[in-house]
């Protein structure tokens, strides 16, 4: 199986290599860091599918959406954004995109919908991808972004790119969860968070 990556941070990038490794040893994973990159790849070579951040460099998300339908490029495309914008996921979705996934997502959640557009069904709700397990260790839902970004080792200035938020923003989150899970480096809160249940 083939897959494109696209998006530019390379943390990100890495953390999704692995995660669809996962799913399958024997995946071949291709990443590129722009928009134009990811559309001459796509149009150039044979994919599975591919998974594609909303806010790319030289093109966005939509424009490569409408330039793929405008080559007739085939290949499965999911959204991979921080973006949780119904307007964005509308969007998305009419241009052709077949899912639209939130970069909070677990890595089990990632996979399934993988598996589901590979499929042939679309995955179109960005609620799918919530669950009760912030609730129940109080844990607000940009607390829940910021830790799965945590996850991936993505720095503090790149989750407050990717989040839209400030730098002093994500540091006051990053402390309260350090706080919450009773923790003294990034490393320790995530494997705390792990084990209490965190995908």
């Given at each position: 199986?083939?897959i494109?990556?696209?998006?530019?941070?390379q943390l990100?990038?890495?953390?999704l290599c692995?995660?669809l490794?996962e799913m399958?040893?024997?995946v071949e994973?291709v990443?590129v860091?722009d928009g134009d990159?990811?559309l001459?790849t796509l149009?150039?070579n044979s994919?599975?599918?591919?998974?594609?951040?909303?806010?790319l460099?030289?093109?966005d998300?939509?424009s490569?959406l409408d330039?793929?339908?405008n080559?007739?490029c085939l290949t499965?495309?999911?959204?991979v954004?921080?973006?949780?914008?119904?307007?964005?996921q509308?969007?998305?979705?009419?241009k052709?995109a077949?899912?639209?996934?939130p970069?909070?997502?677990?890595c089990?959640?990632i996979?399934?919908?993988?598996?589901?557009?590979?499929?042939?069904?679309?995955v179109?709700e960005?609620d799918?991808?919530?669950?009760?397990?912030?609730r129940?260790q109080?844990v607000s839902?940009?607390q829940?972004?910021?830790?799965?970004?945590?996850?991936y080792?993505?720095?503090n200035?790149?989750?407050?790119d990717?989040?839209s938020?400030?730098?002093?923003?994500v540091?006051s989150?990053v402390?309260?969860?350090?706080?919450?899970?009773?923790?003294r480096s990034r490393?320790?809160?995530?494997e705390?968070?792990r084990?209490?249940?965190l995908?």
């Amino acid at each position: 199986m083939r897959i494109l990556l696209a998006d530019d941070h390379q943390l990100f990038l890495d953390g999704l290599c692995g995660i669809l490794r996962e799913m399958d040893v024997d995946v071949e994973l291709v990443c590129v860091r722009d928009g134009d990159a990811a559309l001459a790849t796509l149009i150039d070579n044979s994919f599975d599918i591919a998974l594609i951040d909303l806010r790319l460099p030289s093109q966005d998300g939509f424009s490569l959406l409408d330039a793929l339908a405008n080559k007739g490029c085939l290949t499965p495309v999911i959204i991979v954004t921080a973006s949780k914008d119904p307007s964005d996921q509308r969007c998305a979705l009419d241009k052709g995109a077949m899912g639209f996934v939130p970069k909070s997502a677990s890595c089990r959640q990632i996979i399934e919908a993988v598996r589901d557009v590979l499929r042939g069904e679309i995955v179109n709700e960005i609620d799918n991808f919530q669950n009760d397990w912030g609730r129940k260790q109080r844990v607000s839902p940009r607390q829940m972004e910021v830790l799965r970004l945590m996850a991936y080792g993505i720095s503090n200035q790149d989750i407050a790119d990717q989040l839209s938020l400030s730098l002093a923003t994500v540091k006051s989150h990053v402390a309260a969860l350090f706080e919450r899970f009773d923790a003294r480096s990034r490393t320790e809160a995530i494997e705390k968070a792990r084990r209490l249940g965190l995908e």
